[in-house]
Each structure stands twice: as structure tokens, then as C-alpha cells.
């Protein structure tokens, strides 16, 4: 039998448990876009980056003499470096900056911001994280965990603990009904628990879903604040990147008339640069010194924001549309039932009334009980029969009322409005005309 090639790659293995859903099911493949792809594609970079800066020995590379090539490439390193001279680009280097818009040597910008890459990729990691994070520990107050019978988020670190017969139980011991989720564990609740933890709280799900919908919403503005503090780490030239790359890739095989292209990628990330050090002479004068230095850790910065630059324009276009899916979810109630419907495969709630607050909620006990299709079967049968059951006992309230406004006059009472209001009602259960005596 042919090996593994998780077993074989420890790493993919990691990467492919990195995106896998793990504990309750909270959040929508939007919200995972954010907080797990961009925070992986983020922790790419940091570590690349990371690696190259402080522990590859030739970072940088100077063209100096052997006595003097350590503290050449320990300054230029830590103090900065600029463009190379306008006139050795393409000359005696093979990277092309316009630098028309420089009056003087003093006007080239230095170009040491990428010894602040790695704080900037961890900044960027905790704003990717920060609305996933908040929805999750402090607005979504464990609601989906608590309608499935006491799972919570921290119940998935501790998966070996239930499959091992911890606390005396066994798999013997399951109650008839119960499921598992994807690490294991058992859910505490039968399927007519569960229903009655639904109809408990289903007074608070279309505030549920509001506030979901603001913390989806607000990873746009996150991918924009990390769009800002690269731009303005970057030299305020992160923004127009990505479209100068696109334009300087497409003008490859196009007739340059004599001119030089400009690499904009050189121009954000050089990979060589000049280097000027002063120091003292025996004389008591300055000795000044212009180095010419290669910066080859940039080859994977220039790459890598162009990378990161695609990510965060195609995630605000892909955040912008679902920001108006989600306002039809919550303003349509009916485009939440049709999306309920696609996935339960069934009529279980087909006579029911359903807010979009309560198609949402159903949304997610559908995706967190997956793995076991019959036990979503019985939770939505005995969800139907609660909700039926409610409806009833209001609709009987609202008979008793309109009966008691009616005391003692002569008129007729019509009920055809309740009854349209809820047919499953008048065609399965005989309506009393008072209100029951167990009420």
C-alpha cells in the first residue's frame, strides 16, 4: 500500500489542519477567508521574510575590500541604503529606478524599511485575526455550543479526552440519537434537546445574525487598515503597486523606443543599492566611501507584496459582496429560507414561519451536525414539532383574547384570519374556543 503524503509531509499535514474546521462551527467561509487564508498567507511571509533578515549570512553584499567588507555590510545593513546613481542604472546594474523626480543624492529615499517587515507581518496577522476573534469570545457568547448541548470552542483541544472513555464512558454508554463533530466529540444532547435549547433561545437569533453581520462586515475594514500601515511603512508606496507591476509586466515584448522600463518592483524593494559610509581619516577629515551592495532578499519582497496586494483587492471585492448577501439574508426572509431549504433536503420546516434569524441559526447546527445526516433528520423533526406546538399555544392565546374582548356583546366572532395565518394549525389541530386549562 502506497504511503501517505501527509504522513510523508508533516507540513502539508499542519497546512491542511490549519484550514480545517475544528470545534463548533461559528462563523461563514467569508469570516474563514479572513481569519484563516489571509493569517496563513501573512505567517508565509513572516517566516520567509524573518528567515532571510536575521539569519541568512548574506543578506546583503557589498563590493568592498576584504578588511573593510564586515563593518561595510554590518552598516549598510543597519543604517540604510538608497538608489544606485542615475547614471550606472542599467549599466552597471540590472535594475532600472526612475529617479527624474530627485533634485540631489540626498533626495533618494532610503530604503531600510524592510528591517521592519517582520513587525509589520505581525501587525498585519492580529489585524487579520481581530473580528474573528471578538465574534467569537465575547458577541457570540457560546449560543450554537449551548443549543447543541454545552459544546464550546475549547472542547476541540481536548477531542482525545472523549474518544478515550474519559470520565468512565464509553462508546457503549452514547446516548441513541447522539452525533460527533469533525474532532470527535460527542454531542451531550439528544435530538429533542437539542429542539428545545432552539425554541428556548430563539427569541435572541435575529439579533444573533445582526451582530454576526457587523463583525463579517467589519474585516473589510481591517483589510484596509492593513492595506494603510503597509502603504505608510512602505513609503507611502504600496497602494499603486500592484497596478504598476500588471503595467510593467504587460509592457514586456513591447517596443521601448530606446528607453529604459522602469521596474516599479525595484523601485519598492531594490535589489541593489548604493551605500555611502563616512568615516574619519588620519588626517582628522572625513573619508567618505560609496559601496555598491546587493540586497537579494528583496528578490522575495518584491514577489510577495505584489502576492499579498492581489489577495487584499480580490478579498475587499469578494467582502463587498457579501456584505449585500448578508443584507439580504437579514432583510429577505425568504431568501434565508431558500438557502435553509438547499441545504436540509427535506420538508421538515416547510409549514413553518421562520425569521432569517432563525434560518441562520438552523444554518449552523446544519453545518456543525454534517457528519451525521440522520441525526440532522431527527434534530429538524423535533424542531418542527416544538415550533408547531408554540405556534399553537399562541395562536390558542390570541383566540382567548379576542373571545374576552367580545364578552357580553352580540357579535360574531371570525377567527378565518388565524386560521389563514397558520393552516397546518386548522387543518391538524381542533382550535378550542377558550383558552386550555393547562395554560
Not at 511571509?45 to 541568512?56: A, M, T
Not at 481536548?158 to 474532532?183: D, I
Amino acid at each position: 500500500m502506497a504511503p501517505n503524503i501527509k504522513d510523508q509531509l508533516p507540513i502539508l499535514n499542519r497546512v491542511i489542519k490549519w484550514f480545517k474546521k475544528e470545534g463548533v462551527v461559528i462563523d461563514s467561509p467569508l469570516f474563514r477567508l479572513h481569519h484563516q487564508a489571509s493569517t496563513f498567507m501573512i505567517m508565509i511571509g513572516f517566516i520567509f521574510i524573518s528567515v532571510e533578515n536575521y539569519l541568512d549570512t548574506k543578506a546583503i553584499l557589498c563590493q568592498t575590500g576584504k578588511d573593510f567588507s564586515a563593518y561595510a555590510k554590518s552598516y549598510c545593513w543597519i543604517h540604510g541604503t538608497a538608489y544606485v546613481r542615475s547614471h550606472l542604472q542599467g549599466k552597471a546594474t540590472g535594475c532600472f529606478v526612475d529617479q527624474s523626480r530627485l533634485h540631489s543624492e540626498e533626495d533618494a529615499p532610503v530604503t531600510a524599511y524592510y528591517l521592519w517587515l517582520p513587525y509589520l507581518l505581525s501587525l498585519l496577522f492580529v489585524f487579520a485575526k481581530l473580528p474573528h476573534s471578538a465574534w467569537k469570545r465575547f458577541f457570540e457568547n457560546n449560543l450554537i455550543g449551548h443549543i447543541l448541548g454545552g459544546q464550546n470552542q475549547n472542547q476541540s483541544e481536548n477531542k482525545h479526552e472523549n474518544q478515550n472513555g474519559g470520565g468512565g464512558q464509553g462508546p457503549h454508554n452514547q446516548t441513541p440519537g447522539q452525533g460527533k463533530n469533525r474532532q470527535g466529540n460527542r454531542f451531550k444532547s439528544r435530538p429533542v434537546e437539542i429542539a428545545q435549547n432552539f425554541v428556548e433561545f430563539q427569541a435572541n437569533y435575529n439579533h444573533y445574525h445582526k451582530k454576526f453581520f457587523f463583525w463579517e462586515a467589519s474585516n473589510i475594514f481591517t483589510v484596509y487598515l492593513s492595506m494603510q500601515t503597509t502603504h505608510w511603512i512602505l513609503n507611502y508606496k504600496f497602494f499603486p503597486y500592484g497596478v504598476q507591476v500588471i503595467e510593467y509586466i504587460n509592457s514586456y515584448g513591447q517596443p521601448s523606443h530606446g528607453k529604459m522600463l522602469h521596474d516599479p518592483m525595484c523601485e519598492l524593494f531594490p535589489t541593489e543599492v548604493a551605500c555611502n559610509i563616512n568615516i574619519g581619516s588620519t588626517t582628522g577629515a572625513i573619508d567618505r566611501t560609496n559601496f555598491l551592495c546587493i540586497l537579494g532578499n528583496n528578490l522575495f519582497n518584491q514577489k510577495y507584496f505584489f502576492m499579498l496586494w492581489l489577495w487584499w483587492v480580490a478579498l475587499l471585492l469578494i467582502s463587498v459582496f457579501g456584505i449585500f448577501y448578508r443584507l439580504g439574508r437579514i432583510l429577505v426572509p425568504g431568501f434565508s429560507r431558500h438557502l435553509l431549504a438547499r441545504k436540509i433536503h427535506g420538508n421538515q420546516l416547510s409549514r413553518l414561519k421562520l425569521t432569517s434569524g432563525d434560518c441562520f441559526v438552523l444554518e449552523m447546527l446544519v453545518d456543525n451536525l454534517s457528519p451525521t445526516p440522520k441525526l440532522i433528520d431527527q434534530v429538524l423533526e423535533e424542531i418542527e414539532k416544538k415550533l408547531t406546538e408554540k405556534q399553537r399555544s399562541q395562536l390558542h392565546w390570541k383566540i382567548a383574547e379576542v373571545e374576552d374582548g367580545y364578552k357580553g356583546e352580540n357579535v360574531s366572532l371570525n377567527t378565518s384570519g388565524y386560521k389563514k395565518e397558520f393552516p397546518i394549525i386548522s387543518e391538524n389541530f381542533p382550535l378550542n374556543a377558550s383558552a386550555p386549562t393547562d395554560l
